[in-house]
């Protein structure tokens, strides 16, 4: 089973043993609007958290991603390029931008699960 | 496009409106403003382009001169802005700036003569200070009249004029940059042929009142939606048009800016606007440098501020840069220096430190629908 994080830059990262998945969530592409290109890292580019690792240009703007967790890129959604709009339409699914090999699982400690994300987007508005 | 506000928002008189449609209100010029509605920017950008497209634009400042005794409107206006004024027949409407004594550009505008008046349309961000500066200068010649309640509506694209014609049937013979007063839903309107998308379409200044249920009309033909800032501005930038405080300020001359086609030819020798010197020196010997379009190679955005370089060296910088719906690609505007500014010219956009490849070509990146007659 999949334990779903969620950091205060609206990122989530989806870990499978020591592999994160990391997008954005509903709330941020909705904030974003029209994704039409994502800057996503290569494979093998080394992170630490909180590092900006990506950027998403949606018509109005570009805004950094910055990575959740520490570690080392291992695939980026190469998908993106020729379909932005996924980040939109999919963010949790087909949007996904890069996945990663935590170099320590600790750090997710300090993300929120989905009940106290919700809380902090409802906070927000 | 968004900012701090420094005091309570002002509303347009469409604000019930745009909470009914459920448009995202940003702060913009001191006014809370549509930036998008539920479909998003880059739907809204193709309905305009492809159909119909209604745009709040009523926080923008409409002013109207009036000659007082003895005096001539037109003539008094041209001694702060550089466009031929006194040439304008009635019905006529021209773009034009005003100007400082250094030849920088305070303001962009849309003139209109009726006949009896000169009516303005000036951005929102800069009309309590053009307001401030026409009365510090036409006041002697000049009745002026800010009507910053009335409302201002544009309706855009293609299918505008078969929309507008069902409310008026005489707008469909207007010409672009033409202007009359029209009866809409019993109400007195003035409606220009013009607009900020280069598509066909109209402006339609409205009493205060009127624009609500006028918008709510328009909105009821299928082929019409409601459109947002955010759409306004990359509909701007594929038509190669101006954004004040970006592509064009203080610090650019009419001249840099290329916009030179709105200065008539006895006004360029003439003179007798502020910075008149200044801008008809670089007439003669060149500017130094000049307003050029930019097209990135692959998907990555110039957007305003980025440098423009060649081999490494900056040689200007971006003004305005986005993503072109209609074309599926980034497209930018900025400045460099004139001696790199041909079309054809390879160069490096700075984006986030990378190079970017891209080349200086002709604006507008989408060709203008304007009808002509």
Known sequence: MADVRYSEEHEWIRVEGDTGTIGITQYAQEQLGDVVFVDVPASGRKVAKGESVAVVESVKAASDIYAPVSGEVIESNAALADSPGDVNTEPMGKGWFFKIKMSDKGELTGLMDEAAYEAFVKSLS | ??????????????????????????????????????????????????????????????????????????????????????????????????????????????????????????????????????????????????????????????????????????????????GAFVMIEGARCYVTRSGYTGCDGYEISTPADAADPIARKLLAHPEVKPIGLGARDSLRLEAGLCLYGHDIDTTTTPVEAVLLWSIGKERRLQGGFPGAAVVQKQIAEGSPRKRVGLLPEGKAIAREGAEIAIGGKVVGIVTSGGFAPTLGRAIAMGYVERSQSSNGTKVELVVRGKPVPAEIVPMPFVKHAYYRG
């Open chain 2, 1 to 178: 496009m968004t900012e701090v506000p420094a005091g309570p928002l002002k509303r347009t008189p469409l604000h019930a409106l745009h909470k009914e449609l459920g448009a995202r209100l940003v702060p913009f010029a001191g006014y809370e403003m549509p930036v998008q509605y539920p479909t998003g920017i880059l739907v809204e950008h193709a309905q305009t382009r492809n159909a119909c497209g209604l745009f709040d634009v009523s926080h923008m400042g409409q002013v109207r001169l009036t000659a007082k005794a003895g005096h001539n409107a037109a003539k008094a206006l041209e001694t702060l802005v550089p466009g031929d004024i006194a040439g304008l027949a009635p019905g006529q409407q021209r773009y034009t700036q005003f100007t400082n004594d250094a030849g920088g550009i305070t303001d962009d505008l849309m003139v209109t003569s009726t006949g009896d008046h000169l009516q303005l349309v000036v951005n929102a961000a800069c009309k309590d200070a053009d307001l401030a500066h026409i009365q510090a200068g036409l006041s002697s010649s000049c009745e002026i009249e800010p009507m910053f309640s009335r409302g201002l509506l544009a309706l855009q694209g293609p299918q505008a004029v078969t929309v507008l014609s069902r409310f008026a049937p005489q707008v469909a013979e207007m010409k672009f940059m033409t």
